[in-house]
């Protein structure tokens, strides 16, 4: 009766500890959900190279995305960020991954919706007037019209994947003022250009906020890394020319991803 008892105590003990590791075990898992990655070419890893099979997207391996992805193992997880991609393009063509089992979503957009293509095409090639009027006008869109496309985009996203965390990633400041640049754009170009950065990461994280979404704020992990740094994550003009104005390799790694990381 006692090694009956004995043997019987030992067994428990066994099923205990074989539940506790199960447990453990669909912790673990919990803990890495299904992984959805949206966006613009700030998301997709634009500048940072090695680009696989995605065409025009320009969705890199070393993309704060990828790497995040890679390090922590999640379910399942789903690229659809694209270079080019506005509010709109991400709720009418990348929302396809998201579901209710869906746990975790990033998403940086916005950029492209004011223009900024073509007010960095505006500054590196006019003169200082007109840099400054470009500039001006994706100020004005950023309050008047990017509110409500953001909204829109958020909300798509909601109701597709209603049990996600969404972490919302701004933009860095390009330049570091009073830098090591000799040449390229006036002092008083860089500075607007940064003052813009500043208002759309305001907006941004404005409307974010409005939706219960959490916004990574990249700007002080780029700080001292801004082009005329001396060690700049973010190319200036440069060939290929669509990585001109994104963040490199290095940016996607010390810029992004600890951001995400801290985020999510």
Not at 44 to 73: E, F, H, I, Q, V
Not at 124 to 132: K, R, T
Not at 202 to 214: D, E, N, P
């Amino acid at each position: 009766m006692r090694l009956f008892r004995r043997t019987a105590s030992a067994l428990a003990a066994v099923l205990l500890a074989s539940a506790g590791v199960l447990t453990g075990a669909s912790q673990a898992a919990a803990a890495t959900p299904a992984y959805v990655a949206l966006g613009d070419s700030y998301s997709s890893g634009t500048g940072a190279g090695d680009y696989g099979d995605s065409g025009s997207c320009k969705r890199s391996a070393n993309s704060y995305p990828a790497l995040w992805a890679a390090a922590n193992a999640p379910s399942s997880f789903s690229f659809t960020a694209c270079s080019g991609a506005t509010t709109t393009t991400v709720t009418s063509g990348q929302l396809a991954p998201l579901n209710s089992s869906t746990g975790l979503v990033s998403v940086s957009a916005g950029g492209n919706d004011v223009g900024f293509a073509d007010v960095m095409t505006t500054c590196v090639l006019q003169n200082e007037s007109a840099c400054l009027s470009a500039v001006a006008t994706a100020r004005s869109q950023m309050d008047s019209m990017l509110p409500g496309r953001l909204n829109t985009m958020y909300s798509a996203i909601r109701s597709k994947a209603p049990n996600a965390k969404v972490v919302v990633l701004g933009y860095p400041r390009l330049y570091k003022l009073n830098g090591t640049c000799i040449a390229g754009l006036r002092e008083s170009e860089r500075a607007a250009l940064n003052d813009a950065s500043d208002h759309l990461n305001s907006v941004i994280s404005a409307r974010a906020a409005a939706h219960g979404y959490t916004f990574g704020d990249v700007r002080g992990t780029f700080t001292g890394h801004e082009i005329c740094s001396g060690d700049s994550w973010i190319h200036s003009v440069t060939f290929p020319i669509v990585n001109s104005y994104h963040p490199n390799k290095k940016g996607q790694v010390g810029g992004y991803l600890p951001v995400l990381s801290a985020k999510a």
